[in-house]
């Protein structure tokens, strides 16, 4: 009891040295936070915020009902944006439910609630003993946002095709990949693409990515994933969807009861044997859509941290909605042009080192333009006093390349500089 006793009072040491740590923290790189732009107005029926040359596929009718990556038009999103309106529930198509589970067919392995920086920090320092998260405060949202994608992306390093030298086969194999030409429709630059196993691992944490987001965390993921009480959600976002400017607290009040209905879902003895039988179904059906892009070294563990990722997008896709707040999320296609309000640079040694490439594109965004995206930018706003607040909580992880049409003028702005011996590092970015 003693050791108990002094145990929590260490842990009570260091969550006051770690709290004003992380108060003092800016992760402004990381996150992008910035203001968000007036000229994007939402689409009337949509929770998306779609940037220039975003395009953003409805939602085909049939709740619950997976889409095959190869339905996927290369330039197209696809985030649940479309809400059937007018339609009722029994001229609507019955959910493809997942059933729940009893204590006789859940999965024996435990999910694993993901650590913070701070747990593990705290881990390590008690030397590798349990940490209790009892009193802690809860992550904020662009941190936990930050770590989820930070876990897709290892998975995908762990779990993608391996090798620097791909054989013809695979190379023909992946220039055909529906997956990949989702992201990026044209051969010659997939091509370049593929042969770099870092650029490859990325583009598998994309699709991986999209797919988690759109059936846990879009505006219906619950329809998305054939949640038997999608209808009621569906409700309350079509009524959302009519309301205009100067409807700002009838939005509060709506989100208020999202907030209840959400809340009442989750506390339901069934939710976690539905969450987890369609995080196990929805993993192995991208395991499947994926094929040559993962490996099969150690199957079972890659199929079952997949479906950890599942489990903890439907955690944040819940904890979004039982906060009285409307999510907004938008996908960067292949070819936009690269926001630096909305969107963070993912290809760091474009220009050479990270800091001359953070210079370049920074003094000269409009230079470059969006290859594919990684992660959705998510706009949180909130209606508590009678008016909008905005604040983008996470800005969307892109690959970027600079635009063809500038590249005879920087080769010219290169020889003139040379000439007056001012290049830029190794390259010369503009």
């Known amino acids: ?41 939402p689409k009337p029926q949509s929770h998306l915020v779609a940037p220039p040359n975003t395009a953003v596929t409805p939602l085909p009718s049939g709740p619950g009902v997976r889409h095959p990556l190869k339905s996927i038009p290369s ?11 007018g339609a009722s529930s029994a001229d609507r198509p019955s ?44 992550q904020s949202d662009r941190g936990l946002l930050v770590d989820f994608l930070e876990e897709i992306k290892r998975w995908a390093t762990k779990w993608g095709l391996q090798g620097d030298m791909l054989s013809t086969q695979q190379q023909a194999d992946l220039l055909k990949h529906p ?36 059936h846990t965390a879009s505006e219906h993921f619950l329809y998305n994933s054939g949640h038997p009480y999608y209808q009621e959600c569906d409700d309350l976002f079509t009524q959302f969807s009519v309301l205009g400017h100067g409807d700002e607290l009838e939005k509060h009040e709506l989100l208020l009861k999202q907030q209840t209905l959400y809340t009442r879902i989750k506390e339901l003895r069934s939710h976690k044997s539905w969450r987890d039988a369609a995080a196990e179904r929805l993993s192995v059906a991208l395991v499947q859509d994926l094929g040559i892009l993962v490996h099969n070294n150690g199957a079972a563990d890659r199929d079952h941290g997949l479906q950890e990722l599942y489990v903890k997008g439907y955690r944040i896709g819940f904890r979004m909605r039982m906060a009285a707040a409307k999510w907004k999320m938008s ?26 490439t953070h210079q370049a594109v920074s003094r000269y965004p409009m230079n470059y333009s969006v290859r594919f995206a ?43 500089r040379e000439r007056q011996g001012h290049v830029f590092g190794q390259y010369l970015c503009v």
């Not at 030409?181 to 691992?201: E, K, Q, Y």
């Not at 996908?331 to 001359?356: T, Y």
């Not at 992880?397 to 600079?402: C, E, G, P, R, T």
């Open 374 to 416: 990684m992660s959705p930018t998510i706009i949180k706003s909130e209606f508590v006093h009678g008016v909008e607040e905005m604040e983008t909580v996470h800005s969307a992880l892109v690959h970027i390349v600079k635009k063809s049409s500038h590249i005879s003028a920087e080769r010219g702005l290169r020889a003139g």
């Open 179 to 214: 997956a990949l030409l989702a992201f990026v429709n044209d051969t010659s630059a997939l091509r370049t693409l593929i042969i770099d196993v870092d650029m490859r691992f990325a583009l598998l944490a994309a699709v991986v990515s999209r797919d988690i987001f759109y």
């Open 331 to 356: 996908w960067p296609a292949a070819g936009a042009d690269f926001n630096e309000q909305q969107m963070v640079n993912e290809s760091r040694k474009l220009c050479g080192s990270p800091i001359e």
């Open 1 to 41: 009891m003693n050791d108990a006793l002094k145990q929590n009072e260490q842990l009570r040491a260091l969550l006051g040295d770690l709290a004003q740590k992380f108060q003092d923290t800016n992760i402004v790189d990381e996150c992008g936070v910035r203001d968000v732009p007036s000229g994007v107005p």
């Open 75 to 85: 330039a197209e999103i696809m985030l649940g944006s479309f809400t059937q309106q």
């Open 95 to 138: 959910p493809n439910t997942t059933k729940v589970l009893d204590n006789a067919g859940k999965n024996s392995r435990r999910h694993k609630r993901t650590e913070t920086p701070e747990q593990r920090f705290i881990r390590a320092a008690m030397g590798g003993r349990p940490v209790f998260t009892m009193g802690m405060a809860a």
